[in-house]
């Protein structure tokens, strides 16, 4: 196969394949989660430690079925208008990327074992869950990205099953206010996804990959785009009216730490608005991560510093 750039390094070819930029969606929920059990008055390092590995390799080894999953899908293109990845470029072989996926849901597996070994049956249904929808995304007979799914999926792993199951590893119960905290952090994530299959829906309608966005058509995907945001910015709101859930004496205002995010999500919504060349939509793709790790970090200092009131 014709190299389209100039290859790189074997070392970085690995790199690019995990795609460092996604890594945020891993890391902030497992930040959230722990801000919930903290604020309990709950800490324990080598569950926390366990989670946020989990968490990161789970995400890399998606990232590396799918860059498989979509080259051999002919969704990754020539014309691709995203960073370029490592299948369709010719600079891992198809053997390799399964061997390198492999080995990364190998050692996820392996830290699985003490997450089981803490939290129990329940985390081990969890964790084939997570690395089932990872490798059915884009892959396997009845990809459900294909299909206008991967919004409904992303925000139910990335946000509901980390945030909640990060904190059920360190409390060993099911907290209410993790499942609620998880709606935030789960839309600015589910974002991310949008911001990309509308960037893609040209190439993604030629190859069959019928996204919501593919489906349905950038206005659809603007409007799924606010909505998210709204979810994001209007939870905290309310978490401090309702008096929140399980904290001792409800949740403090500190809770609305990540509202100071705002002015940094309203340049990325008038730029996905404005429509145009669809290649401006990767600054916003990775705009709207750093988004969401940012939110998630002020979040989980709020959810934290809520249960010393």
Known sequence: MTTLTPPPSRARAWLLASRPATLPAAVGPVLVGLGVAVGLGVFEFLPALGALAVALLLQ??????????????????????????ASAQGWLSQREMLAGTALVVGLAGLVGLYLVWVGGVVILLL??????????????????GYRGLGEIFVFVFFGLVAVAGTTYLQTLSW????????????????????????????????????????????????????????????????????????????????????????????????VVRAGGDPRRLNAVLKGTARLSLSYSVLLAAGLALGGSR
């Open 127 to 144: 964790g084939i869950a997570a690395i089932v929808s990872a490798f059915t995304y884009t892959g396997g007979p009845w990809p459900y």
């Open 175 to 270: 907290e209410p206010l993790a499942f609620l905290a998880a709606i935030p952090v789960g839309a600015l994530i589910t974002a991310v996804l949008v911001v990309n299959n509308l960037r893609d829906i040209d190439a993604d309608r030629r190859a069959g990959k019928l996204t919501l966005a593919a489906r349905r058509g950038p206005r659809v995907a603007m409007a799924e785009y606010d909505t998210l945001l709204v979810f994001a910015y209007v939870t905290p709101v309310l978490l401090v009216l309702a008096g929140g859930v399980s904290l001792a004496g409800g949740v403090s205002l500190a809770v609305l730490l990540p509202l100071v995010t705002l002015p940094l999500a309203l340049p990325l919504r008038r």
């Open 60 to 85: 890399i080894a998606s990232n590396l079925a799918n860059d498989l999953s979509d080259f051999r899908s002919g969704a990754d293109s020539d014309d691709r208008l995203g960073p370029a990845r």
